[in-house]
């Protein structure tokens, strides 16, 4: 690895499946808390991303590990690198 070379690590997040009808691709809805600038409640916002599940092992409520990855379609840019809780 050269100096001016920086090594680039690779976005993670947690969330929950809330689609799992495409082939090899998973829904997640990730939440995130934020501070409103003038009353100072915590809101709560979402975001739905989708991921790439090669092995179509995810179901609908699973709480799943994506990262981000390069695009692999025109939606898709993250990976699924591990599902944390399983819904039977």
Same mark, same amino acid.
């Given at each position: 690895? #050269?100096?001016?070379?920086?090594? =680039?690590?690779?976005? +993670?997040?947690?969330?929950?499946?809330?689609?799992?009808? #495409?082939?090899? +691709?998973?829904?997640?809805? =990730?939440?995130?808390?934020?501070?409103?600038?003038? *009353?100072?409640? *915590?809101? %709560?916002?979402?975001?739905?991303? %989708?991921? %790439?599940?090669?092995?179509?092992?995810?179901?609908?409520?699973?709480?799943?590990?994506?990262?981000?990855? %390069?695009?692999?379609?025109? +939606?898709?840019?993250?990976?699924?690198?591990?599902?944390?809780?399983? =819904?039977?």
């Amino acid at each position: 690895m #050269m100096a001016d070379e920086q090594k =680039v690590v690779a976005k +993670t997040v947690i969330g929950k499946v809330v689609s799992d009808k #495409m082939d090899k +691709t998973i829904v997640v809805q =990730v939440e995130r808390k934020v501070k409103h600038p003038l *009353y100072g409640k *915590y809101l %709560r916002h979402f975001s739905k991303m %989708r991921a %790439r599940d090669a092995g179509n092992k995810c179901k609908e409520g699973d709480l799943v590990e994506i990262k981000q990855s %390069r695009p692999l379609s025109k +939606t898709v840019s993250w990976e699924l690198v591990k599902i944390l809780k399983s =819904v039977e």
